[in-house]
C-alpha cells in the first residue's frame, strides 16, 4: 500500500534532517499501520517494502521549503534518516541536508569535474559508503542521496525517488 502526504509551509524553520542522523522533529503520533502521521508539523507517509503494512521498512517526511522546493526524507523505523531526495525551483541546502556526509560529497564532486574537466551541470557521485545525484537547471532542481549501506532490508535505490 503506498500512502502520500504532501504539507506545504510558508515561511516556517525547514524541517529536514541530516543524512545518517536522526530527524529534526520526531513522529508525534504512533502507528504500525500505513497511514499518514504527524512528524512536527510535516506531514509524513509510512510505506512497507512488502505488502505487510504492520512493520512499515521506512516513512517519508516530505517538507516544502520556503522556496517552493519539496524534500523527501527517507527514515528507517530506527528513526535514522538513510535517503533524501528533492524537487523544486532551489537547490535545498545541502550542506545541512548531507551533514556529515558533505565533506565526502565536496571531494567526490570535485574528482568528478576533475574528470569532465571543470565546469556546472549535473553532478553524480557514487562511493562506497555515499551517492549524490543532482541535476536540472535553473528554476527546476532534482536530486537524491542516500547510504547505500543503510537501505533497509527489501530497499533499493530505486526507492528513492
Known sequence: MLVVATASFAAVVPAYAGLGGAPTYPVTASSTSAGALSLGGAAVARYAASGNTAAPAYTVSQTTLPSG?????????ANTVFALSWE???????????????PSYVQGLTDAHAVQGGGYGAAVV???????????HMGSFVGRAYLPQALPQGVSADDIK
Open 69 to 77: 522546493t519539496v524534500v523527501n526524507e527517507y527514515i528507517t523505523a
Open 126 to 136: 557514487h562511493k562506497s559508503a555515499l551517492v549524490v545525484e543532482t541535476g536540472g
Open 88 to 102: 523544486g525551483p532551489t537547490m535545498p541546502p545541502l550542506k545541512t541536508l548531507l551533514a556529515t556526509y558533505f
